[in-house]
T-cell receptor, first 113, second 113 residues
Framework: EDKVVQSPLSLVVHEGDTVTLNCSYEVTNFRSLLWYKQEKKAPTFLFML????IEKKSGRLSSILDKKELFSILNITATQTGDSAVYLC?????????????FGQGTRLTINP | KAGVTQTPRYLIKTRGQQVTLSCSPISGHRSVSWYQQTPGQGLQFLFE???????NKGNFPGRFSGRQFSNSRSEMNVSTLELGDSALYLC????????????FGSGTRLTVV
């Protein structure tokens, strides 16, 4: 069964800290791994990773994928209170010619001022 | 351009009733997927439609069904509602397939009493 596991499930840090969120996966016919930020309702897209070892960056956020060890990390440096959200990791899997996204449980990140 | 629109935003139903939720994808997007999000289970895949055909289905009972119209708008229906169906139902659309360019709507919060 396809599975995506995120850790930690919850994290509380102070503004300015650096955080690392983890995502490991076991899926059939991996195609890509995606990170989303969910603040209230609609998850918003952060990164899509398809190749191992290539870091993707967007401002203070960065992410990398390891397809050999089947995991990804999301780093946030110099955290701000606006980074408080649930961060979702999802893996695109292909089964019988159809694609679907399998999501992890999410990491709830709280940034205290 | 307009995002993914889900209606209604909130819904309260009684056990045993049925409900229909609507999702209008981004113009030009032909793939529409539905997810159920609950605190205990996270985001779980319901089904995906492409060009009016269901391409993939998650592990949900037959009470959950959906369809897609020729203009790519999609509806999902839940019959014989149970308390456990209370959740945030999210719809996501993309041009061709899941993952790439995936955009979520703000969801419909369904409460079953």
């Amino acid at each position: 069964e396809d599975k995506v596991v995120q850790s930690p499930l919850s994290l509380v840090v102070h503004e300015g800290d650096t955080v690392t969120l983890n995502c490991s996966y076991e899926v059939t016919n991996f195609r890509s791994l995606l990170w989303y930020k969910q603040e209230k309702k609609a998850p918003t897209f952060l990164f899509m990773l398809t190749s191992s070892g290539i870091e993707k960056k967007s401002g203070r956020l960065s992410s990398i994928l390891d397809k050999k060890e089947l995991f990804s990390i999301l780093n946030i440096t110099a955290t701000q209170t606006g980074d408080s959200a649930v961060y979702l990791c999802a893996v695109e899997a292909n089964r019988q010619g159809a694609q679907k996204l399998v999501f992890g449980q999410g990491t709830r990140l709280t940034i205290n001022p | 351009k307009a995002g993914v629109t889900q209606t209604p935003r909130y819904l309260i139903k009684t056990r045993g009733q049925q409900v229909t939720l609507s999702c209008s994808p981004i113009s030009g997007h032909r793939s529409v997927s539905w997810y159920q999000q609950t605190p205990g289970q996270g985001l779980q895949f319901l089904f995906e439609y492409f060009s009016e055909t269901q391409r993939n289905k998650g592990n949900f009972p037959g009470r959950f069904s959906g369809r897609q119209f020729s203009n790519s708008r999609s509806e999902m229906n839940v019959s014989t509602l149970e308390l456990g169906d209370s959740a945030l139902y999210l719809c996501a659309s993309s041009f061709l397939t899941v993952g790439y360019g995936y955009t979520f709507g703000s969801g419909t919060r369904l409460t079953v009493v």
